[in-house]
């Protein structure tokens, strides 16, 4: 029997396309907008919100000091260079595994071991009184994690590089160190030996205390830290500062990992107060790296996730603590390492460029990626290459400044065409004060256009700096600036990231599943001036 013909992905989009067209054209004839293109108005009268200069910051999993850093030299040359051009930046080295290290810088001693280790006189008492010795499993199953100790030489080596490309940096405490174990209080004798080194050493570092506190109670042992405890350990911490870290300006926290789960979030802050907490971070990520696909990346309902949780966070914020500032503590596309094959592809950007607009608009001064490197959602590859979101990060760094402008309907759930602006960087070389940097990203599989209603975007020269994936394989780990593929030169240094100039007459089209930012060069808005 005679088999119907296949009809390839490809051809089905194009059809749907040409169908959209059409019914376009159709109401066109009487006066109907373009259902596939978006009106952008943008207020630029004022400065809606404001983020830190190193609004976009990374992490490095505390479990990366265990195995020396994946084996990364923290002084190659190329690791140097990368990371220079996401300055100004914040390194946050913390996480699950943050929890089971034990400071052993007395020395400076290169061994690296997981054993049990004896603490300013205490044994830890999590090894004794439970019969998994030193190890906690998580009940999902996720991993197990065990004591190990961070000597002189590993503190020396990550505060060196964090100097070397001009980054700030904080690190997670571990708080699970606990007299008696597991009910007590914070045992702080190790923190305290780990402080005194830190400033003898003239390193600048802030602190955090724990991680994903919420989720200790799903964890073998449980380990009972309540809200209102947890609170008293950052008050605790807050006190010893003064005397043994002076030269630390923030302490962060509490790094929950949900803000509904056990209620532990808003009790947290119920208990904390003001004055002790310099920001309120939580994490999020869209979904589990071990059961997302590719339609997940660009799917709207899981980006418009993120609006929604955003704008509860901060509000719940606002309305307890007032006037403190929330950061995204830790963030990628998918948890558990990642997506294989999509969370280091060219598809990742849909969630980070998202993420990073969303997050500035609601309000949060700062969000850090995870990771720098390692797993499948690191900036950087195995191998210490890019990944497609490190080019896209290092173009929001050079073009994104601290003003956030406010566009009709950017938080608003739905948009398959989704628009972003701010101020551009107020230190930028290239362009002048008063110029205006949209983001902008369709995860429609038909192409758009913007159509602008402010007359000063509207009549301003216009750069483009449009990303796409290599070969048009959304899972590609290459992409291209305006059609030119982005690579290192000579290995190690990054290639100028060019525009593309357009006039104030050409249509702002947007590829179908692209993304890439437009700068309005010529705009002199009152805002960004």
Request: aromatic letters at 10%; glycine letters at 6%.
């Amino acid at each position: 029997m005679k088999q119907p013909p296949v009809v390839s992905d490809h051809a089905t989009v194009l059809v749907s396309c040409l169908l959209v067209l059409a019914l376009h054209l159709i109401s066109a004839t009487v006066g109907a907008s373009n259902s596939n293109s978006v009106d952008v108005q943008v207020d630029l009268s004022r400065v809606n919100r404001t983020v830190h200069s190193d609004f976009l910051s990374v992490t490095i999993d505390a479990g990366a000091i265990h195995s020396n850093w994946h084996g990364v030299d923290l002084k190659m040359p190329r690791l140097i260079n990368m990371a220079k051009a996401l300055a100004p930046c914040t390194l946050r080295v913390g996480g699950t595994s943050g929890d089971f290290i034990l400071y052993s810088v007395s020395g400076s001693s290169s061994s690296w071991r997981n054993d049990s280790v004896q603490v300013d006189g205490l044994q830890s008492q999590r090894h004794s009184n439970h019969e998994s010795s030193s190890r906690l499993k998580l009940t999902s199953g996720i991993m197990d994690h065990e004591n190990f100790t961070m000597t002189a030489a590993a503190w020396d080596s990550i505060n060196g590089f964090v100097s070397d490309v001009g980054w700030s940096f904080v690190f997670g405490l571990n708080v699970l160190l606990r007299s008696p174990w597991p009910v007590g209080s914070w045992y702080h004798d190790n923190a305290v030996s780990l402080m005194e080194y830190t400033h003898t050493r003239g390193y600048q570092v802030d602190w955090e205390l724990g991680n994903e506190p919420d989720l200790l109670y799903e964890v073998e042992p449980k380990i009972p830290i309540t809200p209102s405890e947890l609170a008293s350990d950052f008050k605790q911490l807050k006190t010893l500062v003064p005397k043994y870290s002076p030269q630390t300006k923030r302490i962060i926290g509490p790094d929950v990992a949900t803000l509904t789960r056990h209620d532990f979030f808003k009790l947290f802050l119920d208990s904390i107060g003001t004055g002790v907490l310099d920001a309120i971070t939580w994490h999020h990520y869209y979904a589990n790296g071990q059961t997302t696909s590719l339609p997940d990346f660009y799917d709207v309902a899981l980006l418009d996730k993120f609006i929604n949780q955003s704008l509860n966070v901060v509000s719940l914020v606002e309305s307890i603590l007032h006037s403190s500032e929330v950061w995204v503590g830790e963030t990628a596309s998918t948890y558990d390492s990642g997506t294989p094959n999509v969370s280091d592809s060219y598809a990742a950007g849909f969630m980070w460029l998202d993420k990073l607009g969303v997050a500035a608009i609601s309000g949060q001064k700062k969000l850090c990626r995870q990771d720098l490197f390692g797993g499948n959602y690191g900036l950087l590859n195995a191998t210490i290459y890019p990944n497609p979101d490190y080019w896209l990060s290092v173009l929001h760094k050079r073009l994104v400044g601290t003003k956030v402008l406010y566009v009709t309907d950017s938080l608003t759930n739905g948009r398959s065409l989704r628009v972003y602006a701010h101020c551009t960087r107020e230190d930028s070389s290239v362009y002048a004060r008063g110029s205006v940097v949209l983001i902008v990203l369709n995860v429609d599989s038909c192409s758009g256009e913007l159509i602008l209603q402010d007359p000063e975007l509207g009549k301003s020269k216009r750069d483009k700096y449009w990303l796409t994936p290599d070969g048009d394989d959304l899972t590609s780990k290459e992409v291209r600036l305006n059609g030119v593929k982005l690579e290192l030169k000579d290995g190690s240094e990054l290639p100028p990231l060019l525009p593309v100039g357009e006039s104030a007459s050409e249509t702002a089209s947007i590829p179908a599943r692209s993304f890439g930012f437009y700068v309005f060069k010529d705009a002199s808005t009152s805002a960004c001036s």
